[in-house]
């Protein structure tokens, strides 16, 4: 923990002992659920979100996606107080795609992704068929996260499903921060999550609290692809107010999902 302030992660990939190809850990660690876990804590998170992830570059079937959510839900069983899943869907399935979300929201989730298209068979997130999932989505009350999605098809996704909630994931270089900005200005429901590129990028954070609003930020970390305390600390040296850095780092996630 982190003195003054709830730390949530809303951006990671658990490790599930259980699949293989689930361990995003570039140099070989962690490498098992238990020490997933045990690094957030330690590194002063307090609660952390996402989706089990698996590379499924040309899918035959909804199962290997059914069964990366089901891994992540029984790890939120097993860590209650300090982990919600994040569920995936596909467009390429759309019937399973809903029925995964009706079966998983009568169960408490509330949350989304992170989705990867490109690792998981399709592009496009405002495609006619991802739209027609994301509007059961919208009427369950969920919340997406999408990886770093294109600025026009999210302007297009926003456009079709303005009620629909969003956290695109990842800031990214200073075009697309510039490009994403003024379409946060436009879509109230649009949010955007810290983690991966970007924080390192002095003033970026401050420039994004000024121009979009500080309750449309997100922290997050996309460990263990990346480490946690350069995020952290991003945040906490950042020159904004403690109130903006409340809600980055926990106010915003409790509003949105639901949960606190
Ligand atoms: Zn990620």
């Given amino acids: 923990m ?36 045990a690094d957030m804590r330690a590194e002063g998170v307090d609660f952390c979100v996402g989706s089990v992830i698996r590379v499924e570059s040309e899918p035959e079937s909804f199962a290997p996606f059914a069964e990366t959510n089901a891994s992540g839900f029984e790890l939120e069983k097993k860590y209650p107080d300090f982990y919600q899943t994040g569920i995936r869907i596909n467009p390429l399935f759309v019937k399973d795609s809903i029925a995964e979300l009706e079966k998983y929201r009568k169960q408490g989730v509330t949350w989304i992704g992170e989705l990867v298209p ?3 068979g399709y592009a496009s997130i405002s495609s006619p ?22 600025t ?10 303005p009620d629909l909630k969003v956290v695109a994931a990842h800031p990214g270089e200073r075009k697309l921060v510039l490009e994403r900005t003024e379409l946060m200005k436009r879509h109230k429901n649009l ?6 590129t970007g924080l390192f990028r002095w ?34 040296s950042e020159r904004i107010s403690d109130e903006a850095k409340l809600a980055i ?3 915003n996630y409790d509003r949105l999902s639901g949960r606190n």
């Avoid at 658990?14 to 020490?35: H, M, Q, V, W």
């Avoid at 970026?204 to 952290?232: H, K, S, W």
Wanted: glycine share 8%.
């Fill in 118 to 120: 490109y690792m998981s």
């Fill in 152 to 161: 026009e098809d999210l302007d297009n996704l926003m456009k079709n499903l």
């Fill in 249 to 251: 780092f926990s106010g």
């Fill in 2 to 37: 982190i003195e003054g302030y709830r730390i949530v992660d809303v951006h990671c990939h658990p490790i599930a002992d259980d699949l293989e190809r689930s361990k995003f850990n570039a140099y070989g660690s962690p490498n098992c659920t238990k020490d997933f876990f």
């Fill in 191 to 196: 949010h955007w999550d810290i983690s991966g």
């Fill in 203 to 236: 003033g970026m954070l401050r420039y994004l609290v000024e121009q979009c609003g500080a309750d449309r930020l997100l922290f997050g970390t996309d460990f263990p692809i990346c480490n946690i305390a350069m995020q952290i600390y991003g945040v906490l």
């Fill in 129 to 150: 068929e991802i739209l027609e999932i994301f509007a059961v989505a919208r009427d369950l009350g969920m919340t997406v996260n999408i990886h770093g999605p294109q």
